[in-house]
């Protein structure tokens, strides 16, 4: 069984760093294009960051570009995100997803979705 199982949310105080990371099991995800969503209580979800298979540069939100990083660990089949300087603004619950092939980081094409973990930043 294919999953992607999030991990590292909490609470935390603003200006607090934080490292999420998203486990892929039940196949390799390295020629996968793996990405990063949050989605605030009320809002919908929107897109942080992601990353293609064939490497190069990462894409960020212009929202978070400044303070979050995504990084991929292929050894270990995980991908991360970095938050630092976090913002109450942030708080979200923070999902990872893959694509086979994509052209654009949308949750509703990815092949592969995550529960989430949850981020709360107090002030």
């Known amino acids: 069984q294919v999953r992607l199982v999030e991990s590292g949310g909490g609470l935390v105080q603003a200006g607090d760093s934080l490292r999420l990371s998203c486990a892929a099991s039940?196949?390799?995800?390295?020629?996968?294009?793996m990405g990063w969503f949050r989605q605030a209580q009320g809002k919908e979800r929107e897109f942080v960051a992601g990353?293609?298979?064939?490497?190069?540069?990462?894409t960020y939100a212009d929202s978070v570009k400044d303070r979050f990083t995504m990084s991929r660990d292929y050894a270990k089949n995980t991908v991360y995100l970095q938050i630092d300087s976090l913002k109450t603004e942030d708080t979200a619950v923070y999902y990872c997803?893959?694509?086979?092939?994509?052209?654009?980081?949308?949750?509703?094409?990815?092949?592969?979705r995550g529960q989430g973990t949850q981020v709360t930043v107090a002030s």
């Open positions: 997803a893959a694509w086979a092939y994509a052209n654009a980081f949308r949750w509703d094409t990815a092949n592969y």
């Open positions: 039940g196949r390799t995800f390295s020629s996968y294009t």
């Open positions: 990353s293609r298979w064939t490497g190069g540069s990462t």
